[in-house]
């Protein structure tokens, strides 16, 4: 099989909506190049054993299987963080929070404090982290398998200024922050989205909150202002249809400066308030 003939299997993916990029992807790692020699070189000729190991992993994508679990790693905002199906897979999307932490931070003279609540693959707290090495950042997570895969990412990130902690949102946080950061579990344990593409294959408590999906984000706004700054902000993902329900939260909690973005699809997906104490 020549790497053209490898490529063009991408139109038996068809349960899949990035199919192109997803072959791409995996005869990438296969070759230890980067995606760009795959259109270089067409022509060359796969091994016997990197023809057995594509059309493994070629098989656990046409089942469903994701790409990142698939590879053991996904690249989030500068850095190539391992993943695990013991927590969610991280997004493009989430980077939006990465992006407005870093712009309400800039002007701070002081070394920022920020927390992570629930940080999973530890993707938001080492990206804060990476770009603000004099930020003290503590990143929380209940789930002790993802714990030990944040750690290994911290270590490989070089982050020695994040702290781990095992915990369920606010409970064992002590101290104020300057920025409170979550990617909390958001979706309604009867949508019908989680019997659909990579999700099924996430753990369900990275996905699912009662309420609608809202309890969790209901918790982290309820605890904020008592682990906020005065002047400190908290930045929380959403679904795409609970905008206006988290600014409503937020205002009836106290904060001010309300504000929601939109993410790379046009669907508002983080919203932020400020605490003024």
Not at 57 to 73: C, K, N, Y
Not at 83 to 101: H, K
Not at 139 to 146: K, N, Q
Not at 247 to 259: K, N, Q, T, Y
């Amino acid at each position: 099989m020549t790497i053209a003939e490898a490529l063009r299997r991408a139109q038996e993916l068809i349960h899949s909506d990035s199919a192109k990029l997803d072959v791409e992807l995996l005869l990438a790692e296969i070759l230890g190049r980067d995606r760009s020699y795959l259109y270089t070189w067409p022509d060359r000729q796969l091994t016997p054993e990197q023809q057995n190991l594509f059309d493994n992993w070629f098989r656990r994508r046409e089942a469903g299987e994701p790409v990142a679990h698939i590879l053991g790693h996904r690249g989030f905002w500068t850095l190539e963080l391992e993943v695990s199906p013991a927590t969610l897979i991280p997004r493009p999307d989430t980077e939006l929070l990465v992006e407005t932490a870093l712009e309400l931070l800039a002007d701070m003279q002081e070394p920022p404090r920020i927390i992570d609540l629930g940080t999973g693959t530890g993707a938001i707290a080492l990206a804060l982290a990476s770009e603000l090495p004099r930020a003290q950042v503590v990143a929380t997570e209940l789930s002790a398998e993802a714990l030990a895969l944040a750690e290994r990412n911290r270590l490989s990130a070089g982050c020695g200024n994040v702290t781990l902690l095992c915990g369920d949102w606010w409970n064992g946080v002590g101290g104020r922050f300057h920025l409170v950061a979550s990617n909390p579990p958001y979706i309604s344990e009867d949508d019908p989205h989680l019997s659909s593409g990579d999700v099924r294959f996430e753990p369900r408590s990275a996905l699912v909150a009662e309420d609608a999906g809202l309890a969790d984000l209901r918790s982290i706004v309820a605890g904020a202002p008592a682990h906020l700054f005065p002047g400190g902000w908290v930045l929380l993902e959403h679904g795409w249809r609970q905008a206006e329900t988290v600014r409503s939260l937020l205002a009836e909690a106290g904060f001010a400066d309300i504000f929601s973005r939109r993410d790379y699809g046009g669907h508002e997906r983080m919203s932020g308030g400020r605490w003024h104490g």
